[in-house]
C-alpha cells in the first residue's frame, strides 16, 4: 500500500468529539462517524498552501467548483448533472433540515427509513412535522425497504420521503432496480424526495457500485434534492462541505432558503479541501475501500461467529450494524461501554438491541474493538 492507513494516530489534543467524550485510557471510542486516518496528503499539502497565503478574507465559492463537481458526479457514477443544478451548502445535515422545512407544510407528513442517522428524524421533529418510518428488513442478508408495506405507511399528508443511500446503519447500497421501485413509488404518490447520499464514495465490493436515485430517470430528478458531500470519503468533515443537485428550479430554490442568512457557507478552506480531493483523491480513496473492506470481513467472520450476535454483510460505508438481539442482555451499548469500547446505541436508531461500531480505524484498533465485543458477549 502506497498509503498509510495502519499506524494509529494521536487524536487527543485535536478536540475531536469523537475521542474526547470518554477517557481514552479507558475506552475505545469507536462511534461518531469520522475516521481515524490522516486526510489524503493531497488534501493535507493543499490545505498548508493555502493557509501559508495568509488572506482569509471573505470567500465566495470558486468559479469552476460546480463544473468540478458535476464532472466529478459524471466520472464516478455515470450521472449527467448540469454545474447549474448545483447549489454548495456548509454541510449535509443543514440540507435536510431545509428540506424538511421547505417541501413539507405544518400539517403534512415525511416518510423516512428507520434504522436511519439519527438527523433525518430530527430534521422532522425540528420543524414539527409528524413522519411516517419504513421499517428496513433483513433480505438475503440486506437491509432493503419494505416495498410491499410501502403504500400502507403513506396518507394524502405525506409530501416528502427522506432517503438514505448507501444506507446509515445497516451499510447497503440499493441496486438499480430496489431505487426504481422506491423512485416509481414516490413519483406515483406525488412525493418529493430528499436523498442524503453523503457516503457515497465508499462502496467496498468492486462488483457493487453507488447509483444516484435522481439518475434513475428524468421523473425521479425532477422529484429529487440529492445532498452529496467528500466529508465521509476523504475523512475532513471538520474542514468540509456538501452540495444539493436539484434539476428541478422549485427544488434548487428551497434548498437555497436560508443561505447566507441563518445558514452560514462554508469556510473557506473546505473548498480548498474539496476541490484537492477531487483532483487527486481517487487514488488514496481506491486504497481506502480496499483497507475498509478488509476491516469489513474481520467483523463478519468475528461477530457471526460469536454466539448472541449477529451482523448482514456490509457493503458500504465503515459503520458495521451488529445485532445483539439473541444476546438477551438488556442494555448491550452499556456493556460495552462499561467494558471500555464506546459504539453508538441503538436506540438513537429506534433499535435498542443493535449497537453500531464505526470500523474506520487502524486494524490493531479493531482487533482490540472485536475482543472486547467478544468477551462481553460470553459475560
Ligand atoms: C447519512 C449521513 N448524513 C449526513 C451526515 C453528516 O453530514 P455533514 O457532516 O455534512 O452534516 C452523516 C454523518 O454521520 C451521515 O451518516
Redesign the pocket.
Same mark, same amino acid.
Given at each position: 500500500m502506497v498509503f498509510d492507513f495502519d499506524t494509529p494516530t494521536n487524536r487527543l489534543e485535536t478536540d475531536s468529539i469523537r475521542w474526547d467524550r470518554f477517557d481514552s485510557k479507558e475506552v475505545l471510542p469507536l462511534w461518531v462517524?469520522d475516521m481515524d486516518f490522516k486526510s489524503p496528503p493531497c488534501v493535507i499539502e493543499a490545505l498548508s498552501n493555502r493557509v501559508q497565503q495568509g488572506i482569509y478574507g471573505y470567500t465566495h465559492s470558486p468559479d469552476h467548483l460546480n463544473m468540478m463537481i458535476a464532472n466529478y458526479l459524471e466520472e464516478q457514477y455515470q450521472w449527467r448533472v448540469d454545474p447549474d443544478w448545483i447549489v454548495i451548502l456548509p454541510?449535509?445535515?443543514s440540507g435536510l433540515y431545509t428540506a424538511v422545512q421547505q417541501l413539507s407544510k405544518n400539517d403534512e407528513s415525511v416518510l423516512i427509513p428507520n434504522p436511519v442517522?439519527h438527523?433525518l428524524r430530527l430534521a422532522c421533529s425540528s420543524a414539527n412535522r409528524l413522519f411516517q418510518e419504513m421499517p428496513l428488513e433483513l433480505k438475503d442478508g440486506r437491509w432493503v425497504l419494505p416495498s410491499n408495506e410501502l403504500p400502507n405507511l403513506i396518507t394524502n399528508k405525506t409530501k416528502l420521503a427522506l432517503f438514505?443511500n448507501p444506507q *446509515?446503519p445497516g451499510s447497503t447500497v440499493f441496486t438499480k432496480d430496489e431505487l426504481k421501485d422506491f423512485g416509481d413509488f414516490c413519483i406515483q404518490n406525488n412525493l418529493w424526495i430528499c436523498s442524503?447520499e453523503?457516503?457515497a464514495g465508499l462502496v467496498l465490493d468492486d462488483d457493487k457500485k453507488h447509483i444516484p436515485l435522481a439518475s434513475i430517470s428524468k421523473e425521479v430528478s425532477e422529484k429529487t434534492i440529492t445532498l452529496m458531500?467528500l *466529508?465521509k470519503t476523504f475523512n475532513f468533515?471538520g474542514v468540509?462541505l456538501?452540495w444539493a443537485v436539484a434539476e428541478n428550479p422549485t427544488l434548487r430554490k428551497a434548498i437555497q432558503i436560508g443561505l447566507h442568512q441563518t445558514i452560514a457557507p462554508p469556510s473557506l478552506l473546505a473548498y480548498t479541501a474539496t476541490m484537492a480531493a477531487i483532483k487527486e483523491g481517487e487514488p488514496w480513496r481506491q486504497e481506502l475501500i480496499k483497507y475498509l473492506s478488509g476491516n469489513r470481513d474481520l467483523i463478519y467472520q468475528k461477530i457471526n461467529s460469536v454466539k448472541g450476535l449477529s451482523i448482514s454483510k456490509m457493503e458500504g460505508s465503515y459503520l458495521a450494524w451488529i445485532d445483539c438481539t439473541t444476546l438477551n442482555h438488556p442494555n448491550p451499548y452499556q456493556l460495552l461501554l462499561d467494558n471500555g469500547l464506546a459504539t453508538s446505541p441503538g436506540d438513537q436508531f429506534n433499535r435498542k438491541q443493535f449497537i453500531r461500531l464505526n470500523f474506520g480505524t487502524q486494524r490493531n484498533r479493531l482487533h482490540q474493538a472485536l475482543n472486547i465485543i467478544e468477551h462481553c458477549a460470553k459475560l
Open positions: 462517524a454541510s449535509v445535515v442517522y438527523h438514505c *446509515n442524503d453523503i457516503h458531500s *466529508n468533515p468540509g456538501a
